[in-house]
Nanobody
Framework: QVQLVESGGGLVQAGGSLRLSCAAS????????MGWYRQAPGKQRELVAQ???????NYADSVKGRFTISRDNAKNTVSLQMNSLKPEDTAIYYC???????????????WGQGTQVTVSS
């Protein structure tokens, strides 16, 4: 089986920084897109940032200039550096990846278990 395991969440004051990390493990042939989503209480899950294996990035407008996504393709990891955090960034952050386990076939989308980020004002 494939697992995505996140780490790095926590409580921080507004203006502070946190770094989230996610590692994919299991039988993996390739990973195309890896990224982060978040879900705040009472709201829908939304894309925060994602990166293709070739390095193309996509950010939500609300985090541009504050968050930076990075990947290590050799280690199947993705990280999210979050700076200048705001109370509205408070949410559960989920790692997400499109993973191919074999040469032939379509990728399968996987989710991590989520990590809580709380930003106090």
């Amino acid at each position: 089986q494939v697992q995505l395991v996140e780490s790095g969440g926590g409580l921080v004051q507004a203006g502070g920084s946190l770094r989230l990390s996610c590692a994919a493990s299991g039988i993996i042939f390739s990973i195309n897109v890896m990224g982060w989503y978040r879900q705040a209480p009472g709201k829908q899950r939304e894309l925060v940032a994602q990166m293709t294996s070739g390095g193309t990035t996509n950010y939500a407008d609300s985090v541009k200039g504050r968050f930076t996504i990075s990947r290590d393709n050799a280690k199947n990891t993705v990280s999210l550096q979050m700076n200048s955090l705001k109370p509205e960034d408070t949410a559960i952050y989920y790692c997400n990846a499109d993973i191919k386990r074999k040469v032939i076939g379509n990728p399968t989308n996987y989710w991590g278990q989520g990590t809580q980020v709380t930003v106090s004002s």
